[in-house]
């Protein structure tokens, strides 16, 4: 890794370190609540649960920025590489998950994967490539296209940038950051055509679909339902994509090797 990627990363881990301090002597309850407070838990462990049921025993996934991992719980599939450059995320994650079985715990950085070429049948990440600059979102993507195997499924989620979002922040007097350096942290709020542009460097064949979630899940605006209802909710209107991009908070790209979906 070049010198200005080491200087990036080095701000980014101690600003994560820092987040991660919530979790501290937590247990897994006390985490859960931590986590409710940013994401629609229901929603997003049955994307994990699904996403994880796709692959058999045998193979290998890596979640990227895994934080707490709190949607791996009750998941079966994949044998899974948890990775997180901040420490205080790795201890969190092995609290939530120290019933299950078959994962490995690494402290690493996104930039410069410690996995053999070929190695991965999976990548999954939730919200956290959003915040790479870009020459740390340039390194990894050339990582994920050496750790791929041939055949391969990548699941993404960054932060959606809404139009109900925008008009939100606007009556506010707010600014609506879609990309750049806000503070100490950099936000990268791609649509699906962006998406699509920056994972063909991957050099891959590949395909694209996308979806929407965490649709009615929204902390800025002080919205943060955790029923269990919200999933079958979420799941009627996503029926219906071209509406959900106007409000979702999430988008979901899946990046998959052409002859994945026959498996």
Same mark, same amino acid.
Request: proline residues 3%; contains cysteine; aromatic residues 14%.
């Given at each position: 890794?070049?010198?200005?990627?080491?200087?990036?990363?080095?701000?980014?881990?101690?600003?994560?370190?820092?987040?991660?301090?919530?979790?501290?002597?937590?247990?897994?309850?006390?985490?859960?609540?931590?986590?409710?407070?940013?994401?629609?838990?229901?929603?997003?462990?049955?994307?994990?649960?699904?996403?994880?049921?796709?692959?058999? *025993?045998?193979?290998? @996934? =890596?979640?990227?920025? /895994? $934080?707490?991992?709190?949607?791996?719980? +009750?998941?079966?599939?994949?044998? !899974?590489?948890?990775?997180?450059?901040?420490?205080?995320?790795?201890? *969190?994650?092995?609290? @939530? =998950?120290?019933?299950? /079985? $078959?994962?490995?715990?690494?402290?690493? +950085?996104?930039?410069?994967?410690? !996995?053999?070429?070929?190695?991965?049948?999976?990548?999954?990440?939730?919200?956290?490539?959003?915040?790479?600059?870009?020459?740390?979102?340039?390194?990894?993507?050339?990582?994920?296209?050496?750790?791929?195997?041939?055949?391969?499924?990548?699941?993404?989620?960054?932060?959606?940038?809404?139009?109900?979002?925008?008009?939100?922040?606007?009556?506010?007097?707010?600014?609506?950051?879609?990309?750049?350096?806000?503070?100490?942290?950099?936000?990268?709020?791609?649509?699906?055509?962006?998406?699509?542009?920056?994972?063909?460097?991957?050099?891959?064949?590949?395909?694209?679909?996308?979806?929407?979630?965490?649709?009615?899940?929204?902390?800025?605006?002080?919205?943060?339902?955790?029923?269990?209802?919200?999933?079958?909710?979420?799941?009627?209107?996503?029926?219906?994509?071209?509406?959900?991009?106007?409000?979702?908070?999430?988008?979901?790209?899946?990046?998959?090797?052409?002859?994945?979906?026959?498996?």
């Amino acid at each position: 890794m070049s010198v200005d990627i080491l200087k990036e990363q080095t701000e980014e881990r101690e600003l994560r370190e820092e987040c991660a301090k919530q979790y501290r002597y937590g247990d897994s309850k006390k985490i859960l609540k931590a986590v409710s407070a940013y994401h629609c838990i229901p929603v997003m462990s049955r994307k994990a649960r699904e996403y994880r049921a796709r692959f058999n *025993a045998s193979e290998w @996934m =890596l979640d990227i920025g /895994c $934080g707490t991992g709190y949607y791996w719980r +009750d998941t079966r599939g994949a044998k !899974l590489i948890l990775m997180d450059f901040a420490f205080g995320n790795l201890m *969190a994650a092995k609290t @939530m =998950l120290k019933e299950e /079985c $078959g994962i490995i715990f690494v402290q690493a +950085d996104a930039a410069n994967l410690p !996995l053999k070429s070929d190695s991965l049948s999976g990548i999954w990440s939730v919200q956290v490539t959003q915040h790479f600059p870009d020459s740390v979102m340039h390194s990894f993507l050339e990582e994920s296209g050496r750790v791929l195997k041939e055949r391969f499924l990548l699941e993404i989620y960054n932060l959606n940038p809404a139009i109900l979002l925008k008009v939100f922040y606007k009556l506010l007097g707010k600014k609506f950051h879609i990309k750049g350096k806000s503070g100490k942290t950099v936000f990268n709020r791609l649509n699906a055509q962006e998406l699509v542009v920056l994972w063909r460097s991957i050099k891959r064949e590949v395909k694209f679909s996308f979806g929407y979630s965490e649709l009615f899940f929204h902390p800025d605006m002080y919205i943060k339902p955790q029923a269990r209802a919200i999933e079958f909710i979420e799941n009627f209107f996503n029926k219906a994509p071209w509406l959900s991009r106007f409000f979702s908070r999430q988008i979901q790209i899946k990046i998959s090797s052409g002859d994945f979906y026959t498996r």
